[in-house]
Every structure is written in structure tokens, then in C-alpha cells.
């Protein structure tokens, strides 16, 4: 059979199907930079679909700060951290990020993805076992196949189910436990004060995804284990600079020890081109922001609080939890698609969550909130959203 085959049968049978019904709900184009409002395809709309949580894409100091790294380094840096692609403000960047997190060290990473491929790849080894919360994010699972370590999975929170899976794992051997911080399509909170005890329990190594905790979570917003008052506990953070800290890339921090071995054994670190230098002084600017200004981590709970008391209050039904992600209840997968073209028509942009990524039959519209936004923005977007829900028939 030819190569291309089933990229000629997708096309046809599943993008073409979604097409023809003028619901397919991707790749909108923003004429403008992320903000709480947006100009989406020539139309202002409210936008409540970014991982934008502290707003700070659009922060004046951030943006004359990346500008001031093109000026004075140019726009890229030509090669990797490990040969001639690493710039003094990579490192400022990392003893920053280390001393915020109160970790040894920090190595930083091109991307998010490329950050948890590049920490378990070399992290996990031929002998190792690396057990993962079943909706961990996809960069997690990619990275488990690209290391040579055996990966175990365990139902989503159930702790019983991971005690099980590290009861069946050898003495001998190494476990790293891997959980999402934040759960990226459902908002929830990992069970961080029990996976602490099981790994004490059974000698293993925490690593959390933090990409949807900084910045959210923790009084001064260091993330998941802050939440808890467990971070010495967590042996490894991974996070991305392209959510709170409104830029691009991403860092694993953990003991000077971890950091060095992953800096010299990381192959998706060491042949991938370095952060540009516009990317790393947004990031430093915006993690100086946060670490002046912890009131912003508060607004951002306020406003999250302000807009589920709005959806509950039109009897929406959600699911519940304590962070920026607010996933709202439409069932069906056309229904989604439905809901994101409905509101997209009356000023408001969502995500459509549908199967695989969700059982079948519990679609969601994901949205997620940002610092910044306004109550009369929130105001707007619970009157759309109960509108539209009604008339899809979700709401009666």
C-alpha cells in the first residue's frame, strides 16, 4: 500500500466529514497579541482559551525587554547550549529560575514538549521504571518511548492503583513517578501529598509537570508542590515559559547533581538550537513580575472564582476545581464543535475538548482564564455561554 494512503482516508473521511458541516473549530487566526480581548479573524472577541494566565504576553515591560535582547544579541543564537548557542542571559535566566523555585539548579529547553522529553529520555534508563498518571500530558508518554526505561501507568489520581503498579516493580530497580501538576484539559490538582508518601514508601523519585502551576498555584506561585508545602519533596520540576511566563521554552529544575547529568546526556538538549534571545528576556521579565508582584497569582483566583460562581449561577455544569481551568460540560462531540462556532460568532473563543482526549460522551469546552481579564469580560462570556449552551440544547 502506498505510504500516503491514509493521509489521503483521513483526510477524506474524518477532517472532510467535519468540514462539509462547517463546525471544524481549528486553527483560527488572531490579528492581534494575546490578551484578555482579541482581534480573531477580524472580529474583537473575548478570549477565554489561553494558557495566558498572568496575562503578561501583553505587559509593556516584558515586550520592551524582548525587544532589547533582539537589539543587543540579534534574533537567534545559531546552535546548541552544549556547543556555541549559549548566551550570559541563559545562564542569568537559570540561577534566577533556581533561586525562585528554591532548586540547586535549572537547565532550560527550547520548548515545553522538548523539556520532558529531553529530562525522562535521559533521566530513565534501560533499568528503570517510569510510572505515569493516565492522563499525564503527551509530551510525557513520548517521552517514556524515547527513553529505554519500561513505563507503567496508573489510573487518573487513583492511589491505590499506583501503589499496585510500584508493588510489581523489582528492588533494584530505579522509579521515577511522573504526574502533571495541573491537568491541563480538566483543571484538577494532582494528589501530590500522597504520591510523596508511596514514593517515600517504595524509594522512588517525584517528577512534576508543572507547565499549568507556575504561575497559578502557591501563595508566591511557584507551583503544585508550594501548594502543598511539599517542595522539598519533589525531586524534579518541569515547566514551560510559554504559559504564566508569556514567552517560549521551557526548564527542568532539580539538584546540581540531576541538572549536570541531564545537561551531557540529554540528546534533546544537546543537538536542539538554544531559546532566542528574545524568548529568554521575556521570560526573565515576566518571572521578575511574578516574583514582585504575587498579588497577580491572587487576582488570577479571584477571577477564576468570579467566573464559575457566573456558570453556576446559570445552572452550567463544570468541572470542579481551584485553578484557572474551567472545563464546561456539552456531552457530545458536534455539540463542541457546535458551542465553539456559536460562541466564536457572538465574541467569545473556547477549545473544544472531544474523544480521544476525553471518554466518549463527555466533551468539554475548555476555557481558562487570565489575571487580567475584567468581571464585565467575565459578565459577557457567562451570558454567551448560557445562551449558547441553551441553544444546543445543553441547558434548559
Not at 71 to 92: A, P, Q, V, W
Not at 283 to 292: P, Q, T
Request: charged letters at 25%.
Amino acid at each position: 500500500m502506498d505510504l500516503f494512503k491514509k493521509c489521503e482516508e483521513y483526510n477524506k473521511n474524518v477532517l472532510g466529514k467535519i468540514m462539509e458541516t462547517g463546525l471544524y473549530p481549528y486553527f483560527h487566526y488572531l490579528n492581534s497579541g494575546q490578551n484578555t480581548e482579541v482581534v480573531m479573524e477580524g472580529k474583537k472577541t473575548i478570549m477565554i482559551g489561553s494558557n495566558n494566565y498572568l496575562g503578561l504576553t501583553s505587559n509593556p515591560y516584558v515586550i520592551e525587554e524582548g525587544k532589547n535582547a533582539i537589539l543587543k544579541y540579534g534574533s537567534g543564537c545559531s546552535g546548541s547550549r552544549f556547543l556555541n548557542g549559549t548566551l550570559d542571559i541563559h545562564i542569568e535566566l537559570e540561577k534566577e529560575l533556581a533561586e525562585f523555585l528554591h532548586k540547586e539548579d535549572v537547565v532550560t529547553f527550547s520548548t515545553g514538549f522538548q523539556s520532558n522529553l529531553g529530562i525522562i529520555s535521559a533521566v530513565v534508563g534501560r533499568s528503570d521504571y517510569v510510572v505515569c498518571d493516565k492522563e499525564n500530558h503527551a509530551s510525557i508518554y513520548d517521552a517514556c518511548r524515547l527513553s529505554f526505561g519500561k513505563m507503567l501507568r496508573f489510573e487518573h489520581s487513583d492511589m491505590a492503583d499506583l501503589e499496585r503498579q510500584l508493588q510489581s516493580i523489582p528492588k533494584e530497580c530505579g522509579i521515577l513517578i511522573v504526574t502533571d501538576g495541573v491537568f491541563s484539559m480538566s483543571g484538577e490538582i494532582c494528589k501530590l501529598p500522597e504520591i510523596v508518601k508511596l514514593a517515600k514508601k517504595y524509594g522512588a523519585r517525584i517528577m512534576v509537570d508543572d507547565a499549568h502551576g507556575l504561575g497559578v498555584l502557591g501563595a508566591h506561585g511557584r507551583g503544585t508542590a508550594e501548594h502543598f508545602g511539599l517542595e522539598k519533596d519533589v525531586d524534579i520540576y518541569m515547566g514551560t515559559f510559554s504559559k504564566s511566563l508569556a514567552s517560549l521554552g521551557g526548564y527542568m529544575a532539580s539538584t546540581k547533581e540531576v541538572i549536570k547529568f541531564v545537561r551531557h546526556n540529554s540528546r534533546p538538549f544537546i543537538f536542539s538550537a538554544s531559546i532566542t534571545p528574545a524568548s529568554v528576556a521575556c521570560a526573565r521579565a515576566s518571572l521578575k513580575l511574578l516574583r514582585e508582584n504575587p498579588q497577580m497569582v491572587k487576582n488570577l483566583s479571584d477571577i477564576s472564582n468570579y467566573m464559575r460562581a457566573g456558570l453556576k449561577a446559570k445552572g452550567v455544569k463544570i468541572i470542579e476545581s481551584t485553578t484557572p481551568i474551567i472545563p464546561i460540560y456539552v456531552y457530545e462531540d458536534e455539540k463542541a464543535f457546535m458551542a465553539c462556532k456559536l460562541l466564536l460568532e457572538k465574541g467569545v473563543y473556547v477549545n473544544p475538548v472531544i474523544s480521544p482526549a476525553t471518554p466518549k460522551g463527555q466533551a468539554l469546552l475548555r476555557t481558562s482564564y487570565m489575571a487580567t481579564h475584567t468581571k464585565p469580560q467575565i459578565d459577557i462570556a457567562v451570558e454567551k455561554i448560557a445562551e449558547v449552551l441553551k441553544t444546543i440544547g445543553v441547558l434548559k
